[in-house]
């Protein structure tokens, strides 16, 4: 399994920004899917972004426009620029790697809290 570990979160204002980082501890990283979920507080987990080893992105319409995936494969790492940030986007995002694109495969990082409050 491929070992996640996410960093960046935090308390941001809204309108702020925020990166977060996704360190991948093996080098499956490169044959990977990779994407961004969150979960906030009484609902169910839902995909924020996702890019293919190829690089092609897919995002969710709430954050089109506002948040932009990216990876880095010589350094085993996928980010999420989060601009415009609103309240709503408040939840625990969590990191997800799809090795060969394989969903049985998929391993998830712990997450980390954004939190998007006055």
């Known amino acids: 399994q491929v070992q996640l570990v996410e960093s960046g979160g935090g308390l941001v204002q809204p309108g702020g920004s925020l990166r977060l980082s996704c360190a991948a501890t093996?080098?499956?990283?490169?044959?990977?899917?990779m994407g961004w979920y969150r979960q906030a507080p009484g609902k169910t987990r839902e995909l924020v972004a996702e890019v293919t080893t190829g690089g092609s992105t897919n995002y969710a319409d709430s954050v089109k426009g506002r948040f932009t995936i990216s990876r880095d494969n010589a350094k085993n790492t996928m980010y999420l620029q989060m601009n415009s940030l609103k309240p709503e986007d408040t939840a625990v995002y969590y990191c997800?790697?799809?090795?060969?694109?394989?969903?049985?495969?998929?391993?998830w990082g712990l997450g980390t809290q954004v939190t998007v409050s006055s």
């Open positions: 093996k080098t499956t990283f490169s044959i990977s899917a």
């Open positions: 997800a790697a799809d090795p060969y694109s394989d969903l049985t495969l998929r391993s």
